[in-house]
């Protein structure tokens, strides 16, 4: 990495080849990155961050010209912050914007998204900026200061000086914290409001099938697996062999049939192949994060009605319990070392309070939908975003719900926003080929490279035919190139 950045500075004329050499030579001697020795011996930030984010695909931040309004450090302890190197630098469009030295670190992103329950926009920083940053922000917080701004900052009004990836010219301002003006039409030629609209359904893929076999997913009426012997069945996932025997043990004395699993993957497809009366989720899983699993399985037209307990002995004092309730669909969390006893009564209780629980889709969401798609080709965009959260706020783990909802607010500019609701509607079915390339094409346009080409990619699996993908092919191609 540190050499191809240093190329990329010595083209763009902000470095020679000696200054790279000598920078890599006091690096290695003081453990620092290429960049932050760069940045002592006088390259400007703005470069490095231009640079940075060329190199990683993700838009970079110059801290240095950046003014944060303090309250958004609230959702991250500092202890956090500066052990995981992450500054929170903006709350735009319903998302934590957070600069980072590592920004393709998915453990510390899982867990940030978790503990904050917010979707999460990723820029990379310099690394000996964002300590400093860090320090000088947390501690004017402490003073009860309501913005921090960094020594380049030009005014007091929050925002953030980005560079995209690509961007050879000086960073880019954007404002960070003012929400954009409901556009109530858009004009086209004529006057008129054109907006896109697809009538077709959403596929519904279980999570087990991979999405090239979409077409022949059939959701189907939803029906637990029989057990013979009358016994519940408990899905015990983790990955350390002892805490899954342990478990097995307690919960088959108890009279529960157990099945286990010890990663992600696995997890998710016996939990579609069983439909099992709980899942026991460990939180810090291989393959697939725990919170995404529990996130999946509570998306699956199978699973969406099977209860969750997570377990964990890292996630500590930071609202867990209820973040893996309201961002991740479970019903309790529990801490490890947990006694046998406590476990076992939060078992019964979640048990018996979901016992109840329908297994039909919510009633209700057909009606708000189809109200959506008529308000969306009147043009009259704040009411269909208005329809489309009450669909949500009806039955959340509706992802046709999501994808309007997200082209609704694409088509009002609210970015962010409208980024978030993509993501969601593609978490919730994996090979929805529209909301894929959607999310993708937003991505690139603001800066977020690595993760378009992911999107691409994905795109690529799910498509139905040879001219779709040529076409995605071309799209990804120009985008690695």
């Not at 209860?307 to 319990?321: C, D, E, K, N, Q």
């Not at 706020?393 to 999501?402: K, L, N, Q, R």
Request: aromatic fraction near 4%; proline fraction near 5%; glycine fraction near 6%.
């Amino acid at each position: 990495m540190a050499a191809k950045t240093g190329e990329l500075l010595v083209q763009r004329g902000f470095a020679t080849p000696q200054m790279i050499a000598q920078a890599l030579e006091e690096g290695r001697a003081r453990g620092e990155r290429l960049c932050s020795r760069l940045l002592e011996m006088g390259v400007p930030e703005s470069a490095l961050a231009s640079a940075l984010a060329e190199k990683m695909g993700v838009p970079g931040v110059d801290l240095s010209a950046t003014v944060i309004p303090l309250e958004v450090l609230d959702l991250v302890p500092r202890m956090v912050a500066e052990s995981d190197l992450i500054l929170p630098v903006s709350y735009d469009g319903g998302r934590l914007h957070i600069a980072m030295a590592a920004p393709n670190n998915e453990h510390i992103v899982a867990e940030v998204r978790f503990v904050t329950g917010r979707e999460v926009s990723l820029y990379v920083a310099v690394g000996r900026s964002i300590r400093r940053a860090i320090a000088a922000a947390y501690d004017a917080r402490a003073r009860g200061q309501k913005s921090w701004k960094g020594a380049a900052a030009r005014g007091d009004a929050p925002f953030l000086a980005v560079a995209l990836p690509a961007m050879e010219e000086e960073v880019v301002e954007v404002e960070a914290m003012e929400e954009a003006e409901p556009v109530e039409a858009i004009e086209v030629g004529t006057g008129e409001v054109e907006i896109p609209i697809d009538d077709e359904p959403m596929q519904l893929v279980p999570l087990s099938v991979d999405p090239r076999e979409a077409a022949l997913a059939d959701e189907g009426e939803v029906v637990a697996t029989v057990r013979a012997d009358g016994r519940r069945v408990v899905l015990v996932v983790d990955d350390e062999k002892e805490i899954r025997l342990l478990v097995q043990k307690t919960l088959e004395a108890r009279g529960f049939a157990v099945e286990v699993a010890e990663d992600g993957a696995e997890a998710l497809a016996k939990a579609e192949a069983l439909v099992p009366d709980l899942v026991l989720l460990d939180a810090m899983l291989p393959k697939v994060h725990g919170f995404e699993a529990c996130r999946r399985l509570k998306s699956g037209p199978r699973t969406r009605h099977v209860p969750v307990i997570m377990m964990t002995a890292i996630y500590r004092g930071w609202r867990f319990a209820q973040d893996a309730r309201e961002t991740y669909g479970a019903e309790d969390y529990v801490e490890k070392p947990f006694r046998r006893d406590d476990f076992l009564r939060r078992i019964d209780a979640v048990l018996e309070s979901t016992a109840s629980r329908a297994k039909a889709a919510p009633t209700g969401v057909e009606a708000h939908l189809a109200t959506s798609k008529e308000l969306l080709v009147a043009g009259r965009l704040p009411e269909a975003v208005a329809s489309l959260e009450k669909a949500i706020s009806v039955d959340p783990w509706s992802a046709e719900a999501h994808y309007q909802l997200a082209r609704a607010l694409r088509a009002q500019k609210d970015d962010f926003r409208a980024m978030t609701a993509f993501e969601r509607a593609t978490e919730l079915r994996p090979a929805h080929l529209q909301s894929l390339r959607a999310l993708a094409a937003l991505y690139e346009e603001k800066g977020f490279r690595r993760k378009a080409a992911e999107t691409l990619e994905r795109a690529l699996v799910a498509a139905a035919d040879d001219a779709t993908r040529g076409a995605i092919k071309k799209d990804l191609l120009g985008l690695l190139g």
